[in-house]
């Protein structure tokens, strides 16, 4: 099993950077794809996909998210930072079946 | 627009089935791998089980192997999830989403609640 380990939580300030971390016990490339993706879940709500292979920007998310990374690990950066931002980020791997990390929630400091 | 509709949760007994759907609309349906995802109240995203677009395939984690099938009647755009012996640790959101190798549309999600 692929298995996701992520930080509990952040806490960044209005208008600056996060970066939410994510590291695989195995290798999540296939042909070129890195298939990483990622989620963010406000309380009450489904989760929304936010970026797809590593660092597709998915459809209506604004530019200020993006991703990178490549193997095993992998990041989410926000910048910068906006109120409505605080929630909860998971990533995900599709490389072998399907696993979530545990989610980093972000806070605002 | 995407659509994905959830219906068939509630309180179940411990070691009781419950059979879940989800009708999709908006695309074509059997053109897509469909997979459920569930959440326990506070805690984090499980995978549950996917189907290939044609349903030749399931897939599941060993939390749910035996257990839960998924299957799919593509003339109905309508997706399933049978739950037997269900377990208390099987209450949770459950959640209908489309796979694109990434879970690029969800449904709002059903509850289910196993207790005596």
């Known amino acids: 099993d692929i298995v996701l380990t992520q930080s509990p939580a952040l806490a960044v300030s209005l208008g600056q950077r996060a970066t939410i971390s994510c590291k695989t016990n195995q290798n999540v490339d296939y042909y070129g794809n890195s298939y990483m993706h990622w989620y963010q879940q406000k309380p009450g709500q489904q989760p929304k996909l936010l970026i797809y292979l590593a660092s597709n920007l998915a459809s209506g998310i604004p530019a200020r998210f993006s991703g990178r990374g490549s193997g095993t690990d992998f990041t989410l950066t926000i910048d910068p930072v906006e109120a409505d931002d605080t929630a909860t980020y998971y990533c995900q791997q599709s490389r072998n079946l399907r696993t979530f990390g545990g989610g980093t929630k972000l806070e605002l400091k | 627009e995407v659509q994905l509709v959830e219906s068939g949760g509630g309180l179940v007994q411990p070691g009781r089935s419950l059979k879940l759907s989800c009708v999709a609309s908006?695309?074509?349906?059997?053109?897509?791998?469909m997979t459920w995802i569930r959440q326990a109240p506070g805690k984090g995203l499980e995978w549950v089980a996917s189907i290939t677009n044609t349903g030749g395939s399931t897939y599941y984690p060993d939390s749910v192997k035996g257990r839960f099938t998924i299957s799919r009647d593509n003339a109905k755009s309508t997706l399933y999830l049978q739950m037997n012996s269900l377990r208390s640790e099987d209450t949770a959101t459950y959640y209908c989403t489309r796979d694109s190798w990434d879970f690029d549309y969800w449904g709002q999600g059903v509850m289910v609640t196993v207790s005596s």
């Open positions: 908006g695309f074509t349906f059997n053109n897509y791998w």
